[in-house]
């Protein structure tokens, strides 16, 4: 194999590992939101505080 090769190789299983765990964290992201009840989408921490799916902090 040489290094051109050796290079794309790694790039493309770089890159599928990047989307296996994109589509892991997406995933994480719906059951939180399925479970935390609320219906805008945003998540709230122990001490009520959170963060819009917007990324805005919400009280």
């Given at each position: 194999m040489d290094r051109v090769t050796a290079l794309a190789d790694l790039r493309q299983t770089t890159f599928s590992t990047v989307a296996v765990e994109a589509n892991d964290v997406a995933k994480c992201v719906k059951l939180v939101r399925k479970f935390s009840g609320s219906s805008d989408?945003?998540?709230?921490g122990a001490q009520g505080e959170g963060f819009s799916r917007h990324g805005s902090r919400i009280q």
């Open positions: 989408g945003s998540v709230r």
